[in-house]
């Protein structure tokens, strides 16, 4: 006698993955907490993962709204054999928030087409095959389809005559009119906010306006620089290419603590302090030092700016000099020591006890709405980009907050983030708002550092991350700088204004002010705490400035649009291990000619040598076929070569240190 076992009863379970996976969509940002990032110009590679199971052909595509609601369709490519990685490049015309998601298919017909064409060659069951492929048809409406049935039953053809029915052009084109699919899935739905350009592409230009126009009086006490004065530097500025010229803080400066020259403790009665010392009996945030002017001068300086077509950029540095008037109007703004007193700045060993930091978790709302009171303040005086001072020493869910907040408001304004910091923070300050951050460029010198990092920049994390690649800063001058010469400013100029869409210097870098402070990488007689005279026109007489070159790496960004976009940085080979090689090459549907735009970058990043090697190209980045050869023409020296796979190069870093090599329109591309 046998003993009945009951079966289990399955559980069905609501399923987290559609019919036809689509996984690893992209642009998105990590977690997918926070939009993706686009700008005006930037051409953006959308992709997901697709796959399914056996051996049926599938297809792709991206679904795109834009703000107003409006839909695009967009058929996508599968980027390469067993990759199962579909791939769209758009490019978005409108700001906003738009939106994207991923439909995938099984498509029938080129299913049963590929799978007709094997069997019928081994002989297999054709009367089957094309019963199949009738039956297929008859999806599809129309005399066309409806005749193209009829011939694949027509017993009386040959196999090969009726196959030649289901490539017939006509057949072809009323499929595409009305596909045939099945189990269409589609992902989920990722948010893309698309900015202004300026929010990703910029030559940026820092001075300190109360150098520029300062005049050393006979009793060796100095005059400042104003807003009028430093106005008169804007055309030499615009003339170098520059679209931004970024200022630090204007405020009035505090006494107490005051530091001296070359960041001493003491301070002498007519040294000027740090301006990042903000507040005094002046005023605080809100106020301008009156040693550079009035309001109205300074609506007078943002008038000449833009007559010059340059935006001006505000230093935003949320701290206090001991003299502000928030210290004793808000004191629960400050962390109080033990003793009573307030916790100066510190970054160990550095100290800074002419800053007091903020306490944003004392009150939160007080301090945030003071703070957003300050850039709507700025924002209607005009400026719509700031560049913030040491944001990742600040809650990162305040900028969540306070960047939210603008953007509302006003989606037109720019923050850049001086995020010289760990690569979590960097990122989640991008990620939660900043449109820019400074980045870890100007400690990446050698050839496998400058490759690591260009390969970085422009990856994922360009959906979300873009680096101002600044060659210097008032608080960076590295040991490349200070012991390479001329070669080492012009090797970093040129990397950083063609490996990203924004990039910057301060002034002096083009008179190569290269002596540091003793024991530190900042220069010496630093500009932070002094006035800082500077004769430009007598430079540029006795050939002594680096302008003509910063002109030239401008005016090959205006001329490129390839340099206008952060992906799409490819890295090739060469025998040498100081010789770095990368292109940018934009395809012709997105250039204003039509034509494909690739600039090819070669540099000796050893500044104190003569490198000759063979450079290896990878064509297909380049748009290009195996044994293609094709014309450069080199920007800095105006000469040309025939180029193909494998080229000799010989770098001279005394004379020019950088082939950027801009491939000519070859015919029919």
Do not use: M, Q
């Given at each position: 006698m046998s003993t009945a076992h009951s079966q289990p009863t399955p559980t069905v379970r609501s399923a987290r993955i559609g019919r036809i996976p689509i996984r690893d969509l992209a642009p998105q940002q990590p977690e997918n907490r926070w939009p993706a990032k686009s700008y005006l110009g930037e051409v953006v590679p959308f992709e997901a993962t697709v796959f399914r199971e056996g051996h049926g052909i599938i297809g792709a595509e991206l679904l795109l709204t834009d703000p107003s609601g409006g839909e695009t369709v967009h058929p996508m490519r599968l980027t390469g054999a067993g990759t199962d990685r579909w791939r769209a490049e758009l490019r978005a015309e409108t700001t906003g928030r738009h939106r994207y998601r991923v439909r995938a298919y099984s498509d029938d017909w080129a299913s049963w087409l590929h799978a007709a064409t094997i069997k019928l060659g081994a002989g297999d069951e054709p009367e089957l095959i094309f019963a199949m492929g009738a039956e297929l048809l008859e999806r599809v409406s129309g005399k066309i389809a409806s005749d193209a049935r009829a011939a694949l039953l027509d017993a009386t053809a040959t196999p090969a005559e009726r196959l030649k029915v289901a490539t017939d052009r006509r057949v072809v084109a009323a499929i595409a009119r009305h596909p045939i699919r099945s189990l269409v899935t589609e992902s989920e739905t990722i948010e893309l906010q698309v900015e202004r350009a300026r929010a990703a592409v910029g030559s940026w230009y820092e001075f300190f306006p109360r150098s520029e126009g300062a005049k050393r009086q006979r009793d060796g006490s100095w005059k400042s620089g104003t807003f009028r004065t430093a106005a008169k530097r804007l055309p030499g500025v615009a003339a170098m290419g520059f679209d931004v010229v970024y200022l630090p803080p204007i405020h009035p400066i505090g006494r107490t603590f005051r530091k001296g020259p070359n960041n001493s403790t003491v301070a002498g009665p007519l040294d000027p302090g740090s301006p990042w010392a903000i507040g005094a009996a002046e005023g605080g945030h809100d106020a301008i030092h009156p040693d550079l002017g009035t309001l109205t001068d300074f609506r007078y300086f943002l008038k000449q700016a833009a007559a010059n077509g340059i935006e001006i950029a505000l230093d935003l540095a949320l701290q206090c000099s001991p003299d502000h008037p928030w210290v004793a109007e808000h004191p629960e703004w400050f962390t109080q020591r033990p003793d009573g007193s307030i916790a100066y700045a510190e970054n160990p060993p550095k100290k800074y006890q002419d800053i007091y930091p903020l306490n944003f978790d004392r009150d939160p709302v007080g301090l945030r709405a003071e703070v957003l009171r300050l850039v709507e303040l700025w924002i209607e005086r005009g400026i719509r980009i700031f560049r913030v001072d040491n944001p990742h020493t600040k809650p990162l869910d305040f900028w969540e907050w306070l960047l939210g907040e603008v953007a509302a408001r006003h989606p037109d304004v720019v923050f850049l983030a001086e995020a010289f910091t760990r690569p979590p923070m960097l990122h989640s300050l991008a990620g939660a708002g900043f449109h820019q951050s400074y980045s870890y460029f100007t400690w990446r010198n050698t050839k496998t550092e400058l490759e690591e990092f260009l390969g970085e920049i422009s990856g994922r994390s360009a959906d979300y991350l873009r680096p101002n690649l600044f060659v210097n800063t008032p608080d960076i001058l590295t040991e490349y700088l200070q012991f390479g010469g001329k070669a080492a400013?012009?090797?970093?100029?040129?990397?950083?204004?063609?490996?990203?869409?924004?990039?910057?210097?301060?002034?002096?870098?083009?008179?190569?002010?290269?002596?540091?402070?003793?024991?530190?990488?900042?220069n010496i007689d630093n500009e932070k705490y002094e006035y800082k005279q500077r004769d430009w026109e007598k430079a540029s007489a006795a050939g002594h400035s680096l302008a003509p070159y910063l002109t030239l790496l401008n005016q090959a960004r205006a001329e490129h649009p390839a340099l206008g976009q952060l992906r799409g940085l490819s890295l090739h080979w060469s025998d040498d291990d100081a010789v770095l090689v990368y292109s940018k090459s934009l395809d012709g549907a997105f250039t204003p000619t039509g034509r494909r735009d690739t600039v090819i970058v070669v540099a000796n990043v050893d500044p104190h040598s003569v490198r000759e090697t063979m450079v290896y190209l990878d064509l297909a980045a380049l748009g290009l076929s195996p044994g293609d050869s094709f014309v450069v023409r080199d920007l800095v020296t105006?000469?040309?070569?025939?180029?193909?796979?494998?080229?000799y190069v010989r770098l001279d870093a005394f004379t020019e240190p950088v082939h950027i090599l801009a491939v000519e329109p070859q015919k029919g591309r």
């Open positions: 400013y012009k090797v970093r100029a040129a990397i950083a204004a063609t490996a990203s869409p924004s990039w910057g210097v301060y002034a002096g870098y083009e008179l190569f002010e290269d002596v540091a402070r003793p024991g530190s990488e900042e105006g000469a040309r070569w025939t180029w193909g796979e494998a080229n």
